[in-house]
DNA sequence: CATTATATTCGGAATAGTTCCGATTACGAA
DNA sequence: TTCGTAATCGGAACTATTCCGAATATAATG
């Protein structure tokens, strides 16, 4: 663990949110001002290995981080691309079935809800009132 | 439907598979050598949005598409991004209920299983006894 | 404490996937 | 045929990420 590190991890937990890691290392910036983004990617990289944190993905290109552990799901706005926790009481299955036809070894599963903000639905509402 | 559009959303069928934009490029180009990349991109984002072709995203940044609408799931190989169809037996909601206290309204679920193809588990294999 | 080895950092260049844009071309309606 | 709209081509631009070489920090050893 070095100084970098420590402080990546430690912003991942402090913006709470599912930060970029744009968003990341704008903030390990204000604190370690001459970080390098390629820095911020590997140690990110890193602590996803060795599972202090994890990743979530949606539509769009960037991995969002995540540093809750427990289990649960997310969802992203399909607007504004952000992610947020989710909770709702309909059922995902927590255990995989690791039997399949294709032969593959699984290992995993990505589950992430689409659909629209509260803020973006209330945006888009005010705008169609506007027009 | 243009020529272009309809050749594109063909050879999204004729692949099967679940190609990437780029691939879909090189197979649409034996057809019409003077097709650009951006035409393709263009032409698979119109066929999604009139819901003649689904998106399928996992690890990795590049979208894959389907031509298979109905509902079924995928899961992707972590070692060689390969993306398949997956039939197995365990139980995923169909049905999202839409309550949620966050107050999302929510439209889809992106659910994509993670793993290793048979082939890639083969060569892993052969691999670690020449080692 | 000095020395060496190893790991990490910085900074920027390179890559990959995708989107955007201006100029040209095809298509349809009048 | 003419005009207007939409689609195409080609390439540049953009975004997210990875890679690489040189410099620096860290740790272990004598």
Redesign the pocket.
Known sequence: M????VI?FNTVKALGSHP???EIFERVRKE?P?????????????LVDQGDILTVRGI????HYDHNLHDHYHVQCRICGKVSDIHTDFIIPSCINPNNEEGYIIEDMLITLIGVCPECANRMKVEDEDA
Request: charged fraction near 15%.
């Open positions: 070095t100084k970098q590190r990546v970029t890691a744009f370690l001459g970080v390098s983004l390629s820095t911020v990617y590997r140690n990110l990289s890193i769009g290109q960037e991995v």
